[in-house]
């Protein structure tokens, strides 16, 4: 009997947090969240999802400008309507995230190696210069990881995208790798083939453009604030130190 009676407890505890981080991505409720402030009304927000907690909501909101689209964590207070934009703690001092969605990260993985029982997740831009440092200052040190590539050209860096294009052309992960060390080991520049015209902006191929589209995507989930930028299997972000050194989070 105290068998029976501690599984159902656990059980409703179990369901009970499950509720309690349950997220809200229903078109009509997140419309009628919407419209409880006016600046969640503006076209250039987008709310992808909600927790409702007693006295508030937290909001997942895609904020959308000519130089591209930011995540915002929003707070709106139930009582008054009003919203605040930015970081939020609990009484514990630990700080209040939205959960990141794991398919939108892995699905803008341009390709992956090793076979470490720590996954990690690196976004980098080919043509960065401290990204090129880090993959030198790391090279042959990650044994522990599965490492998780995923590529994000910086707007000023105007040579990154046909490198991600040449990168792209690999058949396989190994052939990728390859070419991407090539590239920030070796200072290759094979990839000028891919440029007809150094005065206008590179033109991706169909499925090149596609992977940006979800990369694009992945690093905004992460929050990428700047490359390189390392997170762990958590999407926790890491530093280069904490990665080589094993004071992981």
Request: glycine share 6%; hydrophobic share 35%.
């Amino acid at each position: 009997m105290k068998r029976r009676l501690l599984a159902l407890t656990t059980i409703l505890l179990f369901l009970s947090t499950l509720h309690a981080t349950e997220i809200i991505t229903d078109t009509t409720k997140l419309q009628d969240i919407r419209s409880k402030n006016v600046v969640l009304q503006d076209p250039a927000f987008e709310i992808k999802g909600a927790i409702e907690k007693p006295d508030s909501y937290i909001l997942k909101l895609v904020a959308k400008s000519p130089r591209g689209s930011q995540l915002l964590t929003v707070f709106l207070d139930k009582k008054t309507l009003e919203i605040y934009i930015g970081s939020g703690y609990d009484k514990e001092g630990r700080p209040i995230t939205f959960p990141k969605d794991a398919q939108t990260i892995k699905e803008g993985v341009a390709f992956s190696y090793g076979t470490g029982s720590k996954d990690i997740y690196i976004i980098t831009d080919p043509e960065c210069p401290y990204c090129v440092r880090f993959e030198k200052a790391v090279n042959g040190k990650l044994s522990d990881y599965t490492v998780h590539v995923i590529l994000f050209p910086l707007s000023f860096h105007k040579k990154a995208p046909a490198m991600i294009e040449w990168i792209m052309q690999g058949k396989n992960d190994a052939e990728k790798k390859e070419k991407f060390e090539a590239l920030m080991l070796k200072g290759s520049t094979k990839y000028r083939a891919l440029v007809k015209d150094d005065k206008k902006p590179f033109v991706y191929s169909p499925a090149v453009q596609e992977y940006r589209k979800r990369s694009n995507q992945s690093s905004m989930e992460l929050n990428m604030r700047g490359t390189p930028a390392i997170y762990n299997a958590n999407f926790e972000p890491l530093s280069q130190d904490q990665l080589l050194n094993g004071n992981k989070r």
